[in-house]
């Protein structure tokens, strides 16, 4: 087996609606837009990244801009829920925070923490999770949240399937997780050294509806693996037990593999180089139309086409802190 899987490498979204998607991850939850390009199988439209403030593996929220397409069900077959980690002590400011500026919040607690539950502006549900003992996340020197109690990165992914048998087969003795405990219909794996972003929940949901590819879901969730060779490693054993993976597709920032896991959930693999200061200085991430050397061509065609995305500044910020 190759290495072990470290953790979450980056969780992809798709949102309706970029500039309301950036005022959003930026000025309310706090994370930096580190990148702003397109998205390489539908050039025409954006990919945005949210993250720390380098763009730190686990710690990137990303979303495919999809204004056109249909609205429809988060179920069975997705990333139902996406995870991340704040300290224990900022569940209350964050309730306040977000009631400052409209966000609907409720409270639940999961194994040995609690979590304040809220919905992005496309609808998907985030939770904030007491549980920081994390220090992957690098803070940004103008970031809106108290650092206190500020964001660490994903904390976990939770998958919801029709049926559980063949994904935890896949995790477990496939991919090198292990299971963690459980709750009701809800078993919690972890990978690598355990702890925020290595963890993902499986939640049996035989009777729930199928999910669909729309707007305000999940996209998919990548795993990290460090190097080239490793992913090769890890591409020739998920094809050995029978999945369909794709080839290795260079993404510029990382390099790619995907797959569906059992219960439909896609999965990628992605490396965690080179990195999104491959193009940009870590000063100016997010600054410009990022574009891979083989999609350049369509700069002229892109910059007439895409709407401009303001990112907030931390004048303009304001959401009470
Ligand atoms: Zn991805």
């Known amino acids: ?19 309301k998607c ?13 990148k702003k390009s397109i998205n390489q199988d539908l050039p025409d439209t954006y990919h945005i990244y949210f993250a720390d403030n380098i763009g730190t593996p686990g710690t990137v929220m990303t979303f495919f801009g999809w204004p056109t397409w249909p609205k429809r069900r ?27 500026v409209g966000v609907e919040t409720s409270r639940t607690s999961r194994f040995d923490s609690d979590a304040v539950v809220l919905r992005d502006p496309d609808g998907i549900e985030l939770q904030l999770v007491g549980h920081a003992k994390d220090d992957r996340w690098i803070p940004g020197p103008d970031a809106p ?18 049926e559980t048998a063949g994904t935890i087969d896949l995790l477990t003795n496939t991919m090198g997780f292990r299971s963690a405990a459980k709750e009701g219909n809800r078993t919690r794996f972890e990978t690598g050294s355990g702890g925020p972003h290595s963890i993902v929940d499986v939640v049996e949901s035989p009777e729930g509806p ?20 490793a992913q090769v490693g890890w591409r020739d054993l998920l094809v050995k037990t029978g999945r369909n993976v794709t080839p290795v597709i260079d993404r510029w920032y990382f390099k790619s593999i995907y797959f569906r896991e059992p219960g439909g959930v896609l999965f990628e693999i992605a490396t965690d180089g080179p990195g ?4 940009e200085p ?8 990022s574009l891979p050397p ?5 700069r002229e065609h892109l910059d007439q086409i895409l709407t401009p995305i303001v990112v907030p500044t931390t004048a303009a910020r304001g959401a009470g802190h």
């Open 145 to 162: 949240v108290d650092k206190d109690y500020a964001i660490r990165g994903f904390h976990s992914a939770t998958l919801t399937v029709a």
């Open 74 to 100: 988060t179920g069975s077959g997705q990333v139902t829920s996406v995870s991340f980690a704040v300290p224990p002590d900022a569940l209350d400011y964050w309730s306040n925070r977000l009631r400052k």
């Open 276 to 279: 999104f200061t491959v193009d």
């Open 294 to 298: 083989w999609f350049q061509v369509r």
């Open 210 to 229: 199928v999910g669909e590819e729309s707007i305000g879901t999940v996209h998919h969730v990548a795993w990290r693996t460090p190097d080239d060779s």
């Open 282 to 289: 870590v000063e100016k991430l997010g600054t410009t139309l």
């Open 1 to 19: 087996m190759p290495a072990s899987i470290p953790g979450i490498h980056h969780v992809t979204c798709i949102t309706g609606d970029v500039q």
């Open 22 to 34: 950036v005022d959003f991850y930026v000025s309310v939850l706090g994370l930096r837009f580190v």
